[in-house]
T-cell receptor
Framework: AQSVTQLGSHVSVSEGALVLLRCNYSSSVPPYLFWYVQYPNQGLQLLLKYTSAATLVKGINGFEAEFKKSETSFHLTKPSAHMSDAAEYFCAVSTTSGTYKYIFGTGTRLKVLA | DAGVTQSPTHLIKTRGQQVTLRCSPISGHKSVSWYQQVLGQGPQFIFQYYEKEERGRGNFPDRFSARQFPNYSSELNVNALLLGDSALYLC?????????????FGAGTRLSVL
């Protein structure tokens, strides 16, 4: 069975600082991995996805993530935080093993300090 | 183009009642998935429907059911409501049923059970 663990339910960074949000996954078959962002009172919006092509994935708004099979990780980074990046971020995994399932992590709330 | 639309946006019910939530996918999308997001947690997968058939189901009791119509819209039904069913219910649509497909989320229906 697949699962996702997001380390750190709350992360604070200063404006202009590096953003690093951690995600580790567990899957018995090659996974598809996703990062979504959720702003207050809104649905989720896709930032980026890994589907077994390039291990370094670039997404929207300057975010990127690197798939590391040896570490079973898919951490999200952004070189320079903006105030508008303050939101909740979710890592998700899905596979084609068995019936369809899409598993989200518990989320990391990013706070950007002026 | 319109995104994923959900109705109603808010709903208040009492324990034991039944509720129906509605979702219209993006035009051209044939797959609809439902998620429950309890405050402070990540979305939990409930169902996926593709071409009017259930293709995946999460760990939810039989009180939860869904269906997809010929126009690919979908309804989620919850019977015998419990206080613990209070949550944001998210609908997501995608082009197909494949695990690697991007899911596009609606803004959700916030259900409060009193």
């Amino acid at each position: 069975a697949q699962s996702v663990t997001q380390l750190g339910s709350h992360v604070s960074v200063s404006e202009g600082a590096l953003v690093l949000l951690r995600c580790n996954y567990s899957s018995s078959v090659p996974p598809y991995l996703f990062w979504y962002v959720q702003y207050p009172n809104q649905g989720l919006q896709l930032l980026l996805k890994y589907t077994s092509a390039a291990t370094l994935v670039k997404g929207i708004n300057g975010f990127e993530a690197e798939f590391k099979k040896s570490e079973t990780s898919f951490h999200l980074t952004k070189p320079s935080a903006h105030m508008s990046d303050a939101a909740e971020y979710f890592c998700a995994v899905s596979t084609t093993s068995g019936t369809y399932k899409y598993i989200f992590g518990t989320g990391t709330r990013l706070k950007v300090l002026a | 183009d319109a995104g994923v639309t959900q109705s109603p946006t808010h709903l208040i019910k009492t324990r034991g009642q039944q509720v129906t939530l509605r979702c219209s996918p993006i035009s051209g999308h044939k797959s609809v998935s439902w998620y429950q997001q309890v405050l402070g947690q990540g979305p939990q997968f409930i169902f996926q429907y593709y071409e009017k058939e259930e293709r995946g189901r999460g760990n939810f009791p039989d009180r939860f059911s869904a269906r997809q119509f010929p126009n690919y819209s979908s309804e989620l039904n919850v019977n015998a409501l419990l206080l613990g069913d209070s949550a944001l219910y998210l609908c997501a649509s995608s082009v197909g049923q494949a695990a690697k497909n991007i899911q596009y989320f609606g803004a959700g229906t916030r259900l409060s059970v009193l």
